[in-house]
């Protein structure tokens, strides 16, 4: 009977102890997350500040605690490895996405801000945590890679499964194309020019900064960098000349250059009495006045 009033005892002051650190314990996260609230900081430096307290205070709370129940266990380190062993059994995910959360800090295939692509989902990092990482949504069912306004939170061992595709790492701009086609009677050549001088008007202007990310960027990976400056293609589709512009853009502003560039053509065009846009439509074409001689059409009187 004293024994087990001894053992209620004990189980209640190891309870009591538990309390008391768990709410010392929030108390300090609380103050330092005001004190970092009250110091100027950039939102990305609050941000890691807030999260190392946080890591941090939990890392603590579960150390002191386990230590107070496990105080006193008879073959502790039997029981210890038998726990882990269940653990590692039973808690394998979150134990992979720990390791991939580590894996995201060493070798850093994104961090907070960038834009990524994993496994057809596409957004903007906005948190990383112990198990999963967090992106601002964009693309689906909204046009050019805008924001969605869904918050998608995906495991962190995903990087161990899944390719990544990084927008923003080292170099914030993509390239972008956009198709113009025109009817086969139009001048292409003339349009082919008024549509070089549109996207040349918007050719970025780097600076030597930029520049010289751009130069350790090829020097880091197995890059063979071709030519910065926009350019015009040109091909042949079913329904006209087809003239596409490549140019770099932002990697966040692509729509809003998109349509600069597209309210621009459609003006310049417009004043054009020889280019018209092409689309989809059917016409005769009636060889002996529209053919040439050399292909089969009748030689015409001179």
Request: no cysteine; aromatic share 10%; proline share 4%.
């Amino acid at each position: 009977m004293g024994q087990h009033l001894l053992s209620l005892e004990n189980t209640l002051l190891k309870t009591i102890a538990s309390i008391i650190v768990i709410v010392a314990l929030l108390l300090v996260r609380k103050a330092l997350n005001r004190f970092i609230v009250s110091r100027d900081l950039s939102s990305s430096n609050a941000y890691f500040w807030h999260k190392i307290v946080s890591y941090s205070t939990v890392s603590l709370m579960v150390i002191i605690v386990g230590g107070i129940w496990l105080y006193g266990i008879k073959n502790l380190a039997t029981f210890l490895g038998l726990l882990s062993a269940g653990l590692a059994v039973a808690l394998r995910e979150p134990i992979v996405d720990i390791v991939g959360w580590l894996f995201i800090l060493a070798k850093h295939p994104f961090t907070l801000g960038d834009r990524i692509e994993i496994d057809a989902m596409q957004g903007d990092v906005i948190d990383i945590g112990p198990l999963y990482f967090s992106v601002m949504e964009i693309g689906r069912w909204v046009d050019a890679e805008q924001s969605t306004g869904r918050i998608i939170h995906i495991p962190n061992n995903w990087v161990f499964t899944s390719s990544i595709a990084n927008y923003t790492q080292q170099f914030p701009y993509i390239w972008d194309e956009i198709p113009v086609t025109v009817t086969f009677e139009s001048n292409w050549e003339k349009a082919k020019d008024v549509l070089t001088k549109i996207i040349a008007d918007h050719a970025i202007a780097f600076t030597e900064m930029e520049e010289r990310e751009v130069r350790e960027l090829a020097t880091s990976y197995y890059i063979k960098l071709g030519s910065l400056t926009p350019t015009v293609y040109t091909s042949v589709v079913d329904s006209g000349v087809q003239l596409t512009m490549r140019y770099l853009t932002p990697a966040r502003q692509r729509r809003d250059w998109g349509q600069q560039i597209w309210e621009e053509v459609l003006r310049a065009f417009a004043s054009e009495d020889d280019i018209d846009l092409a689309y989809n439509t059917q016409r005769v074409f009636y060889n002996p006045s529209e053919g040439k001689p050399g292909a089969g059409a009748p030689k015409r009187p001179e």
